[in-house]
Nanobody, 126 residues
Framework: QVQLVESGGGSVAPGGSLRLSCAFS????????MAWFRQAPGQERQGVAV????????YYADSVKGRFTISQDKARNAVYLQMNSLKPEDSGMYYC???????????????????WGQGTQVTVSS
């Protein structure tokens, strides 16, 4: 069974940086991408970034382009999200997600993923 464990969240002032980590013991054979989502209170879960594990291709939500970077370390079984120039609207619970089967849904659709971590809280405020 695939398990995802996030870490690295915290409180930071606007303009600051955080690096989130998602550790896993193994991935399903059909897992071809891993993504970060975030959810603020009362809002829907939003796709932030995705990395396609085979090609290394990455895609981002428009709101984080140029500020966030998703990466993977296959040797360490980990995916990271480097977040720079943080804004208050970046606050929320951040989740790592992976599919265990191929999905035709877009990368930012939460329904494309069936394995989620427990989340790590990010708070950006002065």
């Amino acid at each position: 069974q695939v398990q995802l464990v996030e870490s690295g969240g915290g409180s930071v002032a606007p303009g600051g940086s955080l690096r989130l980590s998602c550790a896993f013991s193994k991935l399903a054979d059909r897992t071809n991408r891993m993504a970060w989502f975030r959810q603020a209170p009362g809002q829907e879960r939003q796709g932030v970034a995705v990395i396609y594990t085979g090609t290394g291709n990455t895609y981002y939500a428009d709101s984080v382009k140029g500020r966030f970077t998703i990466s993977q370390d296959k040797a360490r079984n980990a995916v990271y999200l480097q977040m720079n120039s943080l804004k208050p609207e970046d606050s929320g619970m951040y989740y790592c997600a992976a599919p265990t089967s191929t999905s035709a849904r877009g990368w930012s659709d939460p329904r494309a993923y069936n394995t989620w971590g427990q989340g790590t809280q990010v708070t950006v405020s002065s």
